[in-house]
């Protein structure tokens, strides 16, 4: 049998220009430049919604790791005579599993995004327990657990990945297959040059990745795959994390059988032995970059057909009298919609007056002052943006409870002091659990304008009651660029298990006793919440839409088809 890179006793020490092997090199260029212009159009694109909440920076590292393999791979069948002996193993030992591990790290990302995102859920919020901060212990494990999910993760990782490359150097160092001078006595190989270079592409040697390889493949993979099952997203996250775990399971071993069963000779002509990982990794590639690609496009596409409804709609209502009959006519379309649609039209392009009555900023706040909870549960446990429906709630119910002192509607006196009090607590509260890039677990996307505006009303009270929650090095007013190679446009959940149990257990027993800022007033929160507004109606909005169509065409088939039974 050959090696890893297909090379016998009997292989010329040159390079091999035979049409498989142009063809490979040709392939290997082709999509290396693909995948370069789809990593690139990611990072452009890093502040649409769908990609703010993915781990880039972890996901695109792994995809440059796991590329530099299938690189060489490609072009190993041509060049793979003139390398020397020990490469291929260096390379088998180091891009690949490192990859993995970087990439099973980032896909772990999604359940964690998906486990928070509960919270915003109606009747899905967690438990907290008051006394966490008090529970605190020393020593590194407990230090770990409070660190950020992104951070535990990388360091996890790091870990495998220095496991993985302290025995692959313990296994070149103690073979003398690669080396004569040193080793265990006994492990050395004899023949021409290139009789020995086959010798070390196989053997006991290439075991830890091996095993590397396996445990990313078969047993990490797999447990994301069955913890993700009930997952159902907008986003199409779950299908790229499913087609990933099921697209690396057959790698390793149809990678091991072209190398040691002599019956796959004749196909080892035409595709060498670690080509069977390549088309895993080929797999992710197109999961990992060119789905998301795929998704962004679709939400530019989305987001501009609800663009052009709206001003449809705003030209079609111009007129006498023409508000009120446009708003009876989208609070008809909304109350049918979450109550099953009539029609059983399944697009949101089908009915071009039913879309222009339902994609407006009209029927946005008709739900969000009805009837929120079913726009709430769909942002949050499939559009992974529960935080825009829950701080517009969360800021009307505040409005509903502000004083008239506070609105300039009454003189301020003692009584109307607490009061006020009282108020800015409650907006402190919303403060923290939405807007701080300190504290929320989720901040909602504004302007850095308004975010340095509320910052300073509300950020020194917060760091009074729930203490400092962040790095002391980050501006405020631009969170996102502390460097110039960072991914994540906005700050990245708060991944410690006791982080955001701050803000939830002290807003049920600890209040901000402090001078009230003389900037806070009733409409603190009003370009926030506009903005976020134009966020849900342009971006979540049109996609619950859709699915409260389709929802309504299946059950109206399922009830045709039962009648038709009956």
Not at 33 to 55: E, F, N
Not at 439 to 467: C, M, Q, T, Y
Not at 515 to 539: M, R
Request: aromatic content about 12%; some cysteine.
């Amino acid at each position: 049998m050959g090696s890893e890179l297909g090379l016998t006793a009997d292989s010329k020490p040159q390079a091999d220009y035979s049409p498989i092997s142009i063809w490979w090199a040709v392939w290997g260029s082709f999509w290396t430049v693909a995948v370069a212009l789809g990593m690139a159009y990611l990072i452009k694109r890093r502040d649409t919604p769908l990609l703010r909440i993915r781990s880039l920076g972890l996901s695109l590292s792994a995809i440059a790791l796991l590329h530099l393999y299938f690189t060489a791979v490609q072009f190993g069948s041509m060049y793979g005579a003139l390398m020397p002996g020990d490469a291929q193993y260096w390379i088998m030992g180091t891009y690949l599993p490192c990859g993995m591990a970087l990439f099973h790290g980032s896909n772990s990302y999604f359940l964690h995004v998906a486990k928070l995102q509960k919270r915003f859920a109606p009747y899905e919020t967690r438990r907290v327990d008051p006394a966490a901060y008090s529970k605190r212990k020393p020593g590194l494990i407990s230090l770990f657990r409070r660190l950020d999910y992104t951070t535990r993760v990388v360091v996890l990782v790091v870990i495998a990945m220095a496991i993985q490359i302290f025995l692959t150097v313990l296994m070149w160092v103690i073979s003398r297959k690669f080396h004569r001078s040193w080793g265990i006595p006994g492990t050395e190989v004899y023949g021409s040059e290139m009789a020995q270079k086959t010798e070390q592409g196989r053997g006991w040697e290439w075991w830890p990745g091996v095993f590397s390889q396996v445990f990313w493949a078969w047993i990490v993979a797999p447990i994301i795959l069955w913890r993700s099952r009930n997952i159902h997203d907008t986003q199409g996250w779950r299908v790229q994390t499913i087609a990933c775990a099921i697209a690396g399971l057959p790698g390793t071993p149809m990678w091991l059988i072209a190398l040691y069963v002599p019956g796959m000779e004749p196909v080892n002509k035409y595709l060498i032995p670690p080509q069977w990982l390549c088309f895993s990794i080929l797999a992710i590639e197109i999961c990992t970059v060119f789905i998301p690609c795929w998704e962004v496009m679709r939400h530019q596409s989305l987001r501009q057909e609800t663009l052009d409804a709206i001003a449809q709609w705003e030209k079609r209502t111009k007129g006498n009298n023409a508000d009120d009959k446009s708003l009876g006519s989208t609070a008809t379309m909304v109350d049918s919609m979450l109550s099953g649609w009539k029609s059983t039209n399944g697009s949101v392009k089908t009915n071009s007056s039913a879309r222009e009555s339902i994609l407006n900023m009209s029927a946005l706040e008709y739900v969000l002052d009805r009837n929120p909870t079913p726009l709430q549960k769909f942002s949050a446990l499939n559009d992974f943006s529960g935080e825009n429906v829950a701080f517009l709630t969360s800021v009307t119910e505040w409005k509903a409870v502000i004083p008239p002192a506070l609105r300039g509607v009454t003189e301020k006196d003692d009584s109307s002091k607490e009061s006020i009090r009282a108020c800015f607590n409650q907006a402190l509260f919303i403060y923290a659990e939405f807007i701080s890039v300190h504290h929320a677990e989720f901040p909602v996307n504004i302007s850095s304008h308004d975010l340095k505006k509320l910052d300073s009303i509300f950020e020194e009270p917060a760091r009074i009651l729930f203490g400092n929650g962040g790095s002391a090095d980050t501006d405020p007013a631009t969170p996102f660029n502390k460097s110039t190679f960072d991914f994540d446009a906005r700050p990245s959940p708060i991944y410690s298990e006791f982080s955001q149990s701050s803000v939830s257990a002290i807003k049920e027993r600890a209040q901000y006793w402090g001078e009230v800022p003389a900037a806070f007033d009733a409409t603190v929160f009003d370009d926030a919440e506009k903005s976020i507004k134009y966020l849900v109606l342009t971006n979540t909005w049109p996609k619950f839409i859709r699915s409260q169509r389709r929802i309504s065409v299946d059950s109206a088939e399922t009830l045709r088809s039962t009648t038709e039974l009956v």
